[in-house]
């Protein structure tokens, strides 16, 4: 039993220590057409994610780290975003999603922490509901907003990111 509040406690700090980085990754130029960012083909513009997992039903329904904390923009009040808006809202989902993709291997030591089947069940807990769902969001979110951003591109031949699929 003591091995599993040790395990909780790690995922719980991992947890906590996961805004900080994210917030220092924020201060990088992430480039949303380039890996790991970039759309593959099968992912049809984000409709991978509906039709396989049915993510619009379910996405706005996960804890939302913008609600609780102020200083990152919260999709929500986005109504009719601007070019600039929408650019800081494409960083903050690359941001997002590879704060997640991290947090999944650094989540390995729980297995040996525990040194059971427990830690391999925690460890695969904490990666398909505690991680992977959440990049998925990201990814799902990015597309779409990046195809509202190419819509100001018309207006805008200096357009911040340009489709070089």
Not at 26 to 43: T, V
Not at 83 to 102: F, G, K, P, S
Request: glycine share 6%; aromatic share 14%.
């Amino acid at each position: 039993m003591l091995k599993l509040l040790y395990s909780l406690i790690y995922l719980s700090l991992l947890g906590i220590l996961a805004f900080p980085f994210g917030r220092m990754l924020a201060g990088i130029k992430w480039n949303p057409d380039r890996f790991p960012f970039k759309e593959y083909s099968w992912e049809d513009g984000g409709r991978f994610y509906d039709r396989c997992f049915k993510i619009r039903k379910w996405k706005d329904k996960v804890p939302d780290v913008s609600k609780w904390v102020s200083g990152i923009v919260p999709k929500k009040t986005l109504k009719r975003p601007s070019a600039a808006e929408l650019d800081v809202m494409i960083q903050e989902t690359c941001v997002a999603e590879l704060t997640h993709l991290i947090l999944c291997p650094v989540s390995i030591p729980v297995i040996f922490i525990m040194n059971n089947i427990g830690g391999i069940i925690l460890f695969i807990i904490d990666v398909v509901l505690g991680n992977i769902p959440f990049a998925m969001i990201q990814r799902y979110n990015r597309f779409r907003y990046l195809k509202a951003r190419r819509r100001f591109e018309g207006s805008n031949s200096k357009c911040q990111y340009r489709d070089r699929s």
